[in-house]
T-cell receptor, first 115, second 112 residues
C-alpha cells in the first residue's frame, strides 16, 4: 500500500521568511495530493491540493509542487505570519482521487513562526 | 451548517469498558471516515463508509466497530477499551464528486 513520508517533523522560521515542507510517496498510482493545516485543538483543514497532471499550484502565499518522476511533493509558504503556526500534514490518495477509501497521511510538521 | 460534529469532546475510560463515539454531518455527504491521531504518526484510517448501511475496514481496524444506520451519522464503538486506544479520534466526511474531506473537531480519549 501507499506510504507517505514527511520532513521535517518540526520547523521554526523567522516571521516573513519562507517555509518548505517536503513529502515523498511510494504508490505511483496515487494522483491526488492534499495538504492539511491543523491548529491546536481543531481538526485538520484542507489548505491546498494538487493533482498529478499539474506540476505546481499557487494560492496567495501558499504553493505546492509535484515531481511525479521522483514521487516528491512540497508545500511552500512565503512571507510567513504568526497565524501560519500550526501542524501541517501532507497526504496521498491511494488508488486515485475517485477512490472512496484511503487517504494516507504523512506524520506531520509542526511549524513555528518566530516574531 | 454545523459541518461535522463529534460527541463527546473528551472521555476517560478504564480498561475493559466500552463506549461509542458519535459523528454527525449535515452536508448530506455520502462518504464518512474515522481516523485516530497519535503523536508522530499523523492520522490513520480506522474504518470508513461509502453510504448508509455500508462500512469497510481501514488501516487500523482492530478493536473497533462501526455502524452507519443513518446517512448523517457514523458511530465508532470500542467494545473493550485498551490503553493502546488512547488517542485523538477524528471523523471526516466528503462527497464522491469532490476530494475535500471535512474534519470534525476531534474526541480525546484516554484509557487508563
Amino acid at each position: 500500500g501507499e506510504n507517505v513520508e514527511q520532513h521535517p517533523s518540526t520547523l521554526s522560521v523567522q516571521e516573513g521568511d519562507s517555509a518548505v515542507i517536503k513529502c515523498t510517496y511510494s504508490d505511483s498510482a496515487s494522483n491526488y495530493f492534499p495538504w492539511y493545516k491543523q491548529e491546536l485543538g481543531k481538526g485538520p483543514q484542507l489548505i491546498i491540493d494538487i493533482r498529478s497532471n499539474v506540476g505546481e499550484k499557487k494560492d496567495q502565499r501558499i504553493a505546492v509542487t509535484l515531481n511525479k518522476t521522483a514521487k516528491h511533493f512540497s508545500l511552500h509558504i512565503t512571507e510567513t505570519q504568526p497565524e501560519d503556526s500550526a501542524v501541517y500534514f501532507c497526504a496521498a490518495i491511494e488508488g486515485g482521487y475517485s477512490s472512496a477509501s484511503k487517504i494516507i497521511f504523512g506524520s506531520g510538521t509542526r511549524l513555528s513562526i518566530r516574531p | 451548517n454545523a459541518g461535522v460534529t463529534q460527541t463527546p469532546k473528551f472521555r476517560v475510560l478504564k480498561t475493559g469498558q466500552s463506549m461509542t463515539l458519535l459523528c454527525a454531518q449535515d452536508m448530506n455527504h455520502e462518504y464518512m471516515y474515522w481516523y485516530r491521531q497519535d503523536p508522530g504518526m499523523g492520522l490513520r484510517l480506522i474504518h470508513y463508509s461509502v453510504g448508509e448501511g455500508t462500512t469497510a475496514k481501514g488501516e487500523v481496524p482492530d478493536g473497533y466497530n462501526v455502524s452507519r444506520l443513518k446517512k448523517q451519522n457514523f458511530l465508532l464503538g470500542l467494545e473493550s477499551a485498551a490503553p493502546s486506544q488512547t488517542s485523538v479520534y477524528f471523523c471526516a466526511s466528503r462527497q464522491p464528486s469532490t476530494d475535500t474531506q471535512y474534519f470534525g473537531p476531534g474526541t480525546r480519549l484516554t484509557v487508563l
